[in-house]
């Protein structure tokens, strides 16, 4: 019998075990993790052995698309460990695939279709995207796996406490001292180690799952913050805050204004030492939404920071029409601003507007103290970065004050 290691959602079989035979359902896909197999066809004995797969190998993938019955017996020659990867886990990602995915699931049908006499994709299949030609199959296929194997496993991440919320220091350019923080998810995954953020967090969104990390963020940063605050610099200028990064669609769910509500008061947390921020893409995507949540969320008294100013096209027209509290000047300019002219004008630019709208800026991705005092000297009031301070877990922070 199967045996199922459920934390990991995955199979283990013994010597000579099927993982499907012919006839069976079509509704799962399978990537060995370790061991082999073998591959049979024919409906009558003996079956003919047509491949022998071993670890990092991915079979009954046309069961993710077509719902057919099987075509093949595929048997464990050795004892095998198995991640199984359910057609649920991949409609989602069919209706918004990535061009890997697309790729690899069209190329894979393809062969399917041609050696079976049929030629006909599905009508529901993407149509190929003209940028997947930027690498091999190899390395696509091998791309395809991974992206695969992380939304089955991203499923079970929150509720196997395999997130973790960083806080980077925000400081006050002037003296250094400490204004707030940026909380930063992370996955440990249990096989693949830390997975970061610009990869899981896309696949999130693509899967639907973001709005339990996104709540999970929420309330975990608020019920941090009163171990944090006490780590700041006292300044009567400013509050101390802690900043999250919301995404569009978690923005954009009906009940996302009442949960910060709750999340604030739950800590017993000022909703002024709140801060959110949305990058200008985030914002694109629905901006009327977008726009009522913002309105509602600085009626309640939460900071909303426009992240990765000056990268997008629009952000100019966004600080006209909706009411950000800040700007945080993109790590890209501010890596470049001692060489290059354009950078240092950007910022520059950034700042007396920011001046001028009566908001705050942070600069991001300060490496140096060089950097760090030019940007004092132009009025930037607040960065972050490497120079000041990676990010850290809260108990690292909380045992060094």
Same mark, same amino acid.
């Given at each position: 019998?199967?045996?199922? $290691? ?10 000579? /075990?099927?993982?499907?035979? $012919?006839?069976?359902?079509? *509704?799962? =896909? ?5 061991? @082999? ?25 046309? &069961?993710?698309?077509?719902?057919? &019955?099987?075509? =093949? ?5 050795? %004892? ?27 190329? #894979? ?13 599905? %009508? ?14 190899? *390395? ?15 499923? *079970? ?24 923080? /940026? ?8 096989? #693949? ?29 608020? !019920?941090?913050?009163?171990? #944090? ?13 802690? +900043? $999250? ?6 923005? @954009? ?9 709750? +999340? ?5 947390? *000022? ?23 913002? !309105?509602?969320?600085? !009626? ?18 966004? #600080? ?59 009025? @930037? ?21």
């Amino acid at each position: 019998m199967h045996t199922l $290691i459920s934390e990991f959602s995955r199979e283990v079989l013994a010597a000579g /075990e099927a993982v499907f035979q $012919i006839g069976d359902t079509g *509704d799962s =896909a399978y990537v060995i993790e370790s061991g @082999c197999v073998e591959v049979l066809v024919g409906a009558t004995q003996p079956q003919q052995r047509v491949a022998v797969l071993a670890e990092g190998a991915m079979f009954g993938e046309v &069961a993710l698309l077509d719902r057919q &019955a099987r075509t =093949a017996t595929v048997r464990t020659l050795v %004892p095998t460990t198995l991640v199984r990867i359910d057609r649920a886990h991949v409609d989602e990602l069919l209706v918004r695939a990535d061009p890997v995915i697309q790729y690899l699931l069209r190329l #894979l049908l393809e062969r399917f279709r041609s050696s079976s006499g049929k030629s006909e994709l599905p %009508p529901t299949l993407p149509p190929l995207s003209d940028h997947t030609a930027f690498a091999p199959p190899e *390395d696509l296929h091998a791309a395809a796996v991974r992206t695969l194997s992380l939304a089955h496993d991203l499923s *079970d991440a929150i509720a196997r406490d395999q997130l973790d919320l960083f806080y980077q220091p925000i400081v006050r350019l002037t003296d250094g001292s400490l204004a707030g923080y /940026e909380a930063l998810v992370r996955w440990r995954h249990p096989v #693949l180690g830390v997975v970061q953020p610009d990869e899981f967090i896309p696949l999130a969104e693509k899967t639907g799952l973001v709005h339990r990390i996104g709540q999970w963020v929420l309330q975990r940063a608020t !019920a941090d913050w009163p171990a #944090l605050r006490p780590t700041c610099a006292a300044n009567a200028g400013v509050r101390p805050f802690v +900043s $999250i990064n919301l995404s569009a669609p978690e923005l @954009c769910s009906a009940g996302i204004v009442d949960a910060v509500e709750r +999340s604030v008061r739950n800590a017993a947390m *000022d909703p002024q030492e709140l801060r959110i921020e949305l990058t200008e893409t985030v914002i694109i995507s629905s901006l009327e939404k977008v726009s009522a949540s913002i !309105a509602s969320l600085r !009626a309640m008294g939460v900071g909303i920071a426009l992240d990765d100013f000056g990268t997008g096209y629009a952000g100019l027209d966004y #600080l006209q029409t909706l009411p950000f509290t800040a700007i945080k000047i993109d790590r890209a300019f501010v890596a470049h601003m001692h060489a290059a002219e354009r950078s240092f004008q950007i910022i520059k630019s950034a700042l007396a507007l920011a001046r001028q709208l009566g908001i705050s800026a942070v600069a991001e991705g300060i490496e140096d103290a060089a950097t760090g005092a030019l940007l004092s000297s132009m009025g @930037c009031e607040f960065g972050q970065g490497y120079h000041y301070a990676r990010p850290l877990p809260l108990g690292d922070i909380v045992g060094r004050s």
